[in-house]
């Protein structure tokens, strides 16, 4: 049988953050694999669902006694269908049940199609202090070939408006469209960028298994040269902004970066509530992964009968660290200290020599033996350069 907690040790705790997921949208995206359900007519078990999500929270609290919540991500599906009076019971109840750090970003995902300007004041009101604004596009032609429910001019409209209400505010775009030309994908981010936000989140479409874009692809996707001079355009276009890529994807000015986020990459941990919501804790001598049912009444059932909806609770074997590790820390651009294995892990750097040497001499990693950082070629091959960390 295989043991999951010998040789790990871990002599401090890591940042805790916590993600909430509100699974529920207008439509279903084509290109979407996130844990999003279609709301059916007008039926939105809204008060339900935060009920819940508070008995989810309350039954994960003996896990985490005393430790405090550096983060808050409510993420989805599109959490801004809710009521601004839902997230406010929400995050007070949240605020009733876990010690917060003063000062600590609490995100809300939002779509431009949903924009209401007194909901959206409201969730300012309610303690939301970062809005995450999936644009996607502001060009029309592609945002019905992406299946949006809003248009240019809305999400435009729900850009600025977002700027007068939230201290920080990101765009998440998506380039390499069907039928998009370079110019098209820097018009994208030249218009975000002129809206005054201080975080891009910039991603290429990609056409996951079990979606509809996976099933049927869409006409007119851009070859590999063609993404290839889509992708530096709109990079080179947030570098000339002042922009610093300090993720694969993310884009940050003013000291924006999502912390939220950065605690994923750093191997931090995070507890999950909601339907199909993932959570990573760790004690002294484990590290526990855990998930919840995914369909939305499921969810609900569950809660309301037993108080708890896990789909899956289970340790993480101890070889398996090394790859989990460097999945998330070789996203970052300026990598992470080499101590920080250890000290997330549980685990001596000694334990990954082999392949750190391998990786260093195929030039994937570089030479500074303080800090595991991809170069410029790891990053471009982070797969390859990944698959050596693999058990």
């Known amino acids: 049988m295989l043991d999951f907690t010998q040789g790990v040790q871990l002599t401090a705790l890591p940042p805790l953050s916590l993600y909430v997921h509100i699974p529920y949208c207008v439509k279903k995206c084509p290109y979407c694999d996130f844990n999003s359900h279609a709301i059916r007519g007008d039926t939105l ?28 991500f409510i993420g989805g599906g599109t959490p801004a269908l809710f009521q601004a009076a839902s997230i406010d019971q929400l995050l007070t109840g949240i605020r ?20 209401e300007q007194n909901r959206f004041q ?25 299946g949006r429910i809003h248009d240019g001019d809305d999400a435009r409209r729900a850009l600025d408006a977002a700027q007068g209400i939230f201290p920080r505010v990101n765009a998440d775009l998506m380039y390499a469209l069907p039928l ?86 750093q191997f931090g941990d995070y507890l999950g509530i909601g339907a199909g919501a993932h959570g990573k804790i760790s004690y002294s001598d484990r590290i526990e992964r855990s998930v919840k049912l995914r369909q939305p009444t499921a969810y609900l059932n569950a809660i309301n009968e037993h108080g708890q909806a896990d789909s899956l609770r289970q340790n993480i074997f101890r070889q398996d660290l090394p790859f989990e590790f460097m999945l998330n820390a070789l996203r970052l651009s300026a990598g992470v200290p080499s101590a920080l294995f250890q000290e997330r892990c549980g685990l001596p750097l000694s334990r990954i020599a082999a392949p750190l040497q391998q990786a260093r001499a195929a030039g994937l990693l570089h030479a500074d033996h303080d800090r595991l950082c991809a170069t410029a070629q790891g990053s471009r091959f982070l797969n390859e350069l990944l698959a050596m960390f693999l058990p």
């Open 45 to 72: 078990p809204e008060n339900a669902y935060i009920t819940a999500l508070l008995q989810d929270l309350q039954n994960e609290l003996p896990r985490i006694w005393g430790r405090r919540i550096h983060s808050i």
């Open 96 to 115: 009733a049940l876990l010690p917060l750090e003063p000062d600590l970003e609490i995100t809300l995902e939002a779509n431009p199609g949903v924009f």
């Open 122 to 146: 409201g969730f300012r009101d309610a303690g939301i202090n970062r809005l995450s604004l999936g644009v996607q596009s502001f060009d029309d032609k592609h945002l019905h070939a992406l």
């Open 180 to 265: 998009q030309t370079p110019r098209q994908a820097v018009q994208d981010a030249q218009t975000a960028i002129a809206s005054g936000v201080t975080h891009v989140s910039a991603y290429q479409l990609t056409l996951e298994p079990n979606t509809a874009f996976g099933h049927t692809p869409p006409a007119g996707l851009p070859d590999e040269d063609l993404l290839c001079d889509i992708e530096n355009a709109v990079h080179e276009t947030l570098f000339q902004a002042a922009f610093k890529r300090y993720e694969i994807s993310a884009f940050a000015r003013d000291d924006a970066d999502c912390r939220h986020n950065l605690n994923y990459w």
